[in-house]
Nanobody, 125 residues
């Protein structure tokens, strides 16, 4: 059974940076596409970014393009989300999720089979 654990969240001022980590155990991430999703209070969960298992192709939500970068280190069985130029509207609980497909997408969260417990990101002055 694949287990995912997020870390790296916290409180940061607008314009600051955070790096989220998603560590996997139980199975290798090599054959899983990984997505990052977030959910703010009173809002629906939304896809932020994902990285494919085949070729490492990436997708980003328009709201984070140019500010967030997703990467994976299969040797460490981990995926990262580098978040720069953070804005108050980025405040949310961030979740990583895995799906056993070659290519990733962030439109259908329900397609992802494995989820972490989430890490809180708060952007505030």
């Amino acid at each position: 059974q694949l287990q995912l654990v997020e870390s790296g969240g916290g409180l940061v001022q607008p314009g600051g940076s955070l790096r989220l980590s998603c560590a996997a155990s139980g199975r290798t991430l090599d054959y899983y596409s990984i997505g990052w999703f977030r959910q703010a209070p009173g809002k629906e969960r939304e896809g932020v970014s994902c990285i494919s298992s085949l070729g490492g192709g990436t997708n980003y939500a328009d709201s984070v393009k140019g500010r967030f970068t997703i990467s994976r280190d299969n040797a460490k069985n981990a995926v990262y989300l580098q978040m720069n130029s953070l804005k108050p509207e980025d405040t949310a609980i961030y979740y990583c999720a895995a799906v056993g497909t070659y290519y990733c997408q962030i439109l259908r969260a329900r397609n992802y089979a494995y989820w972490g417990q989430g890490t809180q990101v708060t952007v505030s002055s």
